[in-house]
Each structure stands twice: as structure tokens, then as C-alpha cells.
């Protein structure tokens, strides 16, 4: 294997989408948690065309894409821009997810296939291995950064409710 696993996906969306909700001041409410619904599916989405992956189990587009072609494309970086004139919160959920995605793996050995089918040689940043001591850290360091997020997450809610419930 020579790409990231899920779970490293999952974090970085996470971790990206915390801090878009946190920066733009996104309120919560239901349209957050169907924003980071598209993020956690978006994170793992461009697997579907990888038959050991998870989503590639319940979406087998393996069967008939190349891994790391079409869904690691910026074709479906552009259909995510368009689901989001469709349903926003989900949509954007879906762009940070699947963006993320493909950002994180141009940095392992295999790369991506971004401006497929135009150029059909894989585009690559770096050349970190699945499993390896580098993936690792990363894991470890996108997990100590989302801890941090959702700490700040939980002290705004202590401080919210110490000013008591608005009923």
C-alpha cells in the first residue's frame, strides 16, 4: 500500500472542517452537522475506486475506474462545487472532504492523477508511505490539533452555558 488510510483521511477532514466552522462562525445547527456529515463522507469518498477501502465496498466503482484517476481528479472536485449549488451545507461538506482528500494523498508515493485525463501521470508532493513512521506522525499531529480544536469547541460551550439557558 502506498496511500494514506481512512483514518488518517477522517482526521484531516475533520480537523479542516472544525476550523472552517470555526473561522466563518458557522452557527450550530443542523446545517453543521450535515456540513461535517459531507466532510466525514467526503473525506473517504474518492476511495470508491479502491476495492480494499471501505466506501469502495459499498460504492464499487473499482470495478471500472483506475484507482487515483477520475475520483482523485479535478473533475470531482468540480461536481462537489456543483452539489453545493444543490444542497449547500452537505455540498461543502463534500468539496472539504474529497479536497482534503486529494490534498493529502499527492503527498504519498502513488500520488494522484489530479488533472486526469489530461495528464495521466500521477502529480505528487512527497512520497510518505502508508503504515510508515511518517503517516504516523501526521496521524498523531492532526489528532493533537483536533484535540486542541475541540477543546476550544467545549470551553465556548461551558461559557455559553454558565450564562444560563435563554428559556
Not at 512527497?126 to 496521524?139: L, M, P, V, Y
Request: net charge positive; with cysteine; glycine share 8%.
Amino acid at each position: 500500500m502506498r496511500a494514506f488510510r481512512g483514518k488518517t483521511h477522517i482526521l484531516i477532514g475533520t480537523l479542516i472542517g472544525l476550523l472552517i466552522i470555526r473561522i466563518t462562525k458557522m452557527s450550530l445547527e443542523i446545517n453543521t452537522f450535515l456540513f461535517i456529515g459531507g466532510v466525514l463522507i467526503g473525506s473517504l469518498l474518492p476511495d470508491v475506486d479502491h476495492k480494499n477501502a471501505r466506501i469502495g465496498r459499498f460504492i464499487p466503482l473499482w470495478r471500472f475506474l483506475k484507482h487515483r484517476t477520475l475520483t482523485h481528479s479535478i473533475w470531482i472536485v468540480l461536481l462537489m462545487v456543483l452539489i453545493t449549488k444543490v444542497q449547500n451545507y452537505i455540498g461543502y461538506g463534500l468539496f472539504v472532504g474529497v479536497t482534503t482528500h486529494i490534498l493529502a494523498d499527492l503527498f504519498s508515493m502513488s500520488g494522484c492523477c489530479f488533472f486526469f485525463p489530461l495528464l495521466k501521470h500521477p502529480q505528487q508532493f512527497a512520497e510518505i508511505k502508508t503504515n510508515s513512521k511518517e503517516e504516523d506522525k501526521i496521524r498523531i499531529i492532526v489528532g493533537a490539533l483536533l484535540i486542541i480544536v475541540i477543546g476550544v469547541y467545549a470551553l465556548d460551550l461551558a461559557k455559553y452555558l454558565s450564562q444560563g439557558l435563554p428559556f
